[in-house]
């Protein structure tokens, strides 16, 4: 014969296992029919809803109560669940929708600042070129329009240029090279690179040592030449640009310092977010915002880093940091 509590126990599971996967009103049905069919055939006498012995009405109903709380906080669990799945479908929902948000709002920005950068240079190039067809010019003058419209395509070029640096970068793209080349050669295509940019500065060249570092000189003048044309576009016209350059041991350190008015402490989190161009953006003409976000990600793809801070001096200094020891494993790495 059957031991009762095993019985019992066995009922109680079959109990759970119903109230773990279906609504709570199924689990006390359950229940009620469980303590039933304890009752009719194994609780004495055999075959009847009677009890005979008053402890099986105690062991009867310490079941039944069992089962229904069982029951009940198992049902309660599993509604638990399904409010934490609804609160996590809803937070991806929300999170979703604020990505497409930002990602509207990024389109918006770089249409807006294309549109804008766009319509100035080529506006230039309209007027200069209207300019030299007329015959009153004089050779200076029209060597000058042509310096314009030099300048602007250089310019455009470059706004072109940004936008495939980016889709670069977004595609993961961006691949590293390693050459052994003096830090002089890295600064000096950088500022070949924007002498359009720093034509209005008077630029400080400062190289310190004379080791030979193995970089992506690629990567780095064009990280570089992007801290150039910001320095330029925030610093006055007539004022002065300082690099230096410093070789240690692990890295190749390169500093811009501009002569502008420094980076409010408000924009500091947000310096290197895509279009972002801060407080002193209204007092320039030119910017996408999309230079320092380039530069931070050409420097990641040869593991190097930018940052930023105001200097001492004042105005705001930016610092290039990149590996350059150990040059065999990090062409493996690459």
Request: no cysteine.
């Amino acid at each position: 014969m059957l031991n009762t509590t095993t019985v019992a126990l066995v009922l109680l599971l079959i109990v759970l296992v119903i109230a773990a996967n279906f609504r709570l009103r199924v689990a006390v049905a359950a229940s009620i029919a469980a303590m039933l069919a304890f009752n009719f055939f194994f609780l004495p006498p055999v075959g009847t809803l009677t009890i005979a012995d008053p402890q099986n009405w105690v062991a009867l109903a310490v079941f039944l109560a069992v089962s229904l709380v069982a029951s009940n906080l198992s049902a309660k669990a599993r509604e638990r669940a399904v409010l934490a799945t609804e609160r996590l479908q809803l937070l991806e929902d929300k999170k979703a929708a604020e990505m497409a948000r930002r990602s509207e709002e990024l389109k918006s920005a770089l249409l807006a600042s294309l549109a804008h950068d766009l319509r100035t240079p080529l506006t230039a190039i309209r007027v200069a070129t209207t300019n030299l067809q007329a015959s009153w010019l004089t050779e200076d003058d029209r060597k000058e329009q042509s310096e314009i419209v030099l300048t602007e395509v250089d310019r455009l070029t470059r706004l072109f240029q940004n936008i495939l640096d980016m889709a670069r970068i977004d595609a993961g793209a961006v691949q590293s090279s390693l050459r052994a080349v003096h830090p002089l050669e890295v600064v000096e295509a950088a500022r070949d690179s924007v002498q359009h940019a720093l034509r209005d500065h008077h630029v400080v060249t400062a190289v310190e040592g004379d080791r030979v570092v193995s970089v992506d000189p690629r990567l780095t003048a064009a990280a570089l030449s992007h801290l150039l044309e910001n320095a330029a576009q925030y610093s006055p016209p007539g004022s002065t640009i300082w690099i230096r350059a410093t070789v240690s041991d692990t890295a190749l350190s390169i500093e811009v310092r501009d002569s502008g008015p420094g980076i409010p402490l408000r924009d500091m989190p947000r310096l290197f977010e895509r279009f972002y161009r801060g407080d002193h953006s209204g007092r320039h003409t030119t910017g996408t915002g999309m230079g320092l976000p380039i530069a931070r990600g050409l420097l990641a793809a040869e593991r190097g880093t930018v940052s930023a801070a105001n200097a001492d001096e004042g105005g705001a200094v930016f610092t290039i940091t990149v590996p350059a020891n150990a040059p065999d494993e990090r062409r493996a790495a690459s």
